[in-house]
């Protein structure tokens, strides 16, 4: 058996992890089955984010015209455009390169399985076994994968997933037609990537609403928005069948409402219905760490799992998917495990003020409740809501009353103390516009919160009992490095700045 001081699992948001653990000198195990980087840089958010890019330039082209700018009809050049996905992608060689240039870092190329509590191997990818490794530290960061509805013909007729749209199945130029399962983050940001390239979309949502998470408010416009675009979309319906005619993919959908059926054909499926985690390979029952519906792994806000000295961190504990979520889990681990001097300068996960942002066009963000969910957990709930078009930038945008794409911001308080309870963009930079909110309400001296209770080690279990507190000083770079911005956005460049003024990893 080989010892190791840490064993990290996955190298998307967890290499902040291995990275503090290799500053301080300790003996890793670093272990990847895929490409190095994670869902984010190779199958997720950069890919996806450098299509929107070049789609949202052509919008704004289109957009021109509002303004009194002539110009001819903008299109997307898909080969320069995917060279452009793929100089990203490609980015994870150098990842491995570099971790497996530390003399402290050993790299596993393989599917890592728990043998017991604290023991792994790995079945590396050249078909050969590692010998058993234990670590006091272990680090999951295992992340998810695409969740395939069980649709009866589906898996004959054939269909694409984010995973295999950056693989072997890239389109080497714009489908004629798409039929996307899913309207999420995923199916409404493709649906804005293809439409814009001139693929005719048909965008099949399950739920009542686009984007079903965001404030209803918002689902209303940006269904309002793509539809003003072009792209066909069939809310509140359950995929039947699949099947193949004269070369095409014929989806059969029923309107869950009504009982309507219709019959949509495209050149390809597009399954963009939600992820599962990735612990299957890490054979989970062999321990006693313990998941939750759906199997994502239980944690407690230090991280922990049911085990001590395991840890899961990222979209593989089931709290929001987002690859800064990410990031901020594994900066918390490293600054526990690795940096503070004592237990009582630990710091906590709080998933209440997580941004999230949708890249379609319109853009879309939030942060906190919506209007929804303040008054269902009993808030004296006040809205405000302001169109860009009432300000005179927005004006100078071209942006009018009443026209789809005059987007709003809705604030949502709670009135008996004046508080922000949540902030919802949508229109242009709505990804940016939002991050004061962030700021303020990640701000102040906040107390411990636990989550999941039963999961406490000695530490944690002290920790509790005192009520742990922190001063988040607004006017400090330490606050403003410890708050989530969304990835990827141009708020980074700032957000970035003060960890390197910091010089945290
Ligand atoms: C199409 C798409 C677009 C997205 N866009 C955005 C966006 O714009 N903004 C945003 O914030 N989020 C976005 N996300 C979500 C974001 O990608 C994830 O939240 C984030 O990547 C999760 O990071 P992670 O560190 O938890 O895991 P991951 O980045 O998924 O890393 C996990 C790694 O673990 C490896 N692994 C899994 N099991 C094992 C095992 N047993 N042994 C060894 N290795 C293993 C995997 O190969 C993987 O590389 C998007 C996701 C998708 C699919
Ligand atoms: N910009 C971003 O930050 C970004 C972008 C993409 C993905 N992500 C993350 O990745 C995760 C996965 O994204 P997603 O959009 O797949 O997940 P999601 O769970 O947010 O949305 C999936 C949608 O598919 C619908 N659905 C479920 N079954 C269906 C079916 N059989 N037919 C049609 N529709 C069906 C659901 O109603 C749901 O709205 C999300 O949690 C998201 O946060 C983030």
Redesign the pocket.
């Known amino acids: 058996m080989k010892q190791y001081d840490v064993i990290v699992?996955?190298?998307?948001?967890?290499n902040i992890v291995v990275d503090a653990a290799q500053r301080k000198g300790l003996r890793i195990a670093q272990?990847?089955?895929?490409?190095?980087?994670?869902?984010?840089?190779?199958?997720?958010?950069i890919p996806?984010?450098v299509m929107v890019t070049a789609a949202n330039a052509v919008r704004e082209v289109e957009d021109f015209k509002k303004i009194g700018i002539q110009v001819g009809p903008a299109t997307i050049d898909w080969d320069v455009m995917s060279k452009r996905v793929w100089h990203m992608i490609d980015e994870h060689k150098d990842i491995y390169k570099y971790y497996n240039a530390f003399d402290n870092v050993d790299v596993y190329r393989?599917?890592?399985?728990f043998l017991e509590d604290k023991v792994m191997q790995?079945a590396l990818n050249d078909g050969t076994v590692s010998e058993p490794i234990t670590a006091p530290i272990i680090v999951l960061?295992?992340?998810?994968?695409?969740k395939i509805n069980d649709i009866p013909g589906l898996e004959e007729a054939g269909y694409l997933s984010?995973e295999s749209l950056f693989g072997d199945k890239y389109p080497e130029k714009p489908f004629k037609s798409l039929a996307i399962m899913g309207g999420g983050?995923?199916g409404t940001?493709?649906g804005h990537v293809f439409a814009t390239a001139g693929t005719d979309v048909h965008l099949i949502q399950h739920n009542i609403r686009l984007l079903p998470k965001e404030d209803a408010e918002i689902s209303a416009h940006i269904y309002e928005n793509l539809t003003h675009q072009g792209l066909h979309v069939y809310l509140n319906q359950e995929p039947e069948e699949v099947r193949v005619e004269n070369g095409e993919k014929v989806v059969v959908i029923r309107d869950r409402a009504t009982g309507e059926v219709q019959e949509i054909r495209a050149e390809e499926i597009l399954m963009a219905s939600g992820?599962k985690p990735?612990v299957e390979?890490?054979h989970l029952e062999r321990t006693n760490i313990e998941q939750k519906r759906g199997g994502w792994i239980r944690t407690n806000e230090f991280l922990e799992t049911s085990v001590e000295g395991v840890y899961a961190?990222?979209?593989?504990n089931g709290e929001a998917?987002?690859?800064?979520?990410?990031n901020y889990e594994?900066d918390i681990l490293a600054h526990n495990l690795f940096v503070a001097e004592s237990p009582d300068d630990f710091r906590w996960a709080r998933y209440d003020v997580v941004p999230a942002?949708t890249?379609t066009y319109p853009e879309v963000g939030h942060v906190g409740l919506t209007e929804q969910e303040a008054k269902e957990k009993g808030y004296n709930v006040g809205v405000g809501k302001n169109h860009y078009s009432s300000t005179a930038k927005g004006f100078a945008m071209g942006l009018n009353p009443g026209d789809a794409d005059d987007g709003f911001v809705k604030i949502v308080v709670d009135k008996d103390t004046n508080n922000i309870l949540g902030i919802h963009v949508i229109g242009p930079q709505a990804s940016i516009l939002f991050q004061p909110y962030v700021n303020l309400m990640n701000s102040g001296t906040t107390t411990l919160q636990a989550i999941n209770e039963d999961i406490a080690s000695e530490t944690t279990k002290a920790l509790r009992a005192k009520g742990l507190t922190r001063n988040m000083d607004p006017h400090s770079v330490i606050t403003v490095g410890e708050t989530m911005s969304?990835?990827?956005s141009l708020i980074e460049v700032i957000m970035w700045t003060q960890v390197y003024y910091e010089n945290r990893w």
């Open positions: 699992v996955g190298t998307g948001g967890a272990i990847e089955k895929g490409k190095f980087g994670g869902t984010c840089l190779t199958r997720g958010c996806t984010k393989g599917v890592a399985t790995v960061g295992t992340g998810g994968y695409s984010s983050p995923i940001e493709f992820i990735a390979e890490l961190m990222g979209d593989v998917p987002f690859r800064h979520k990410a594994a942002v890249f969304p990835h990827p």
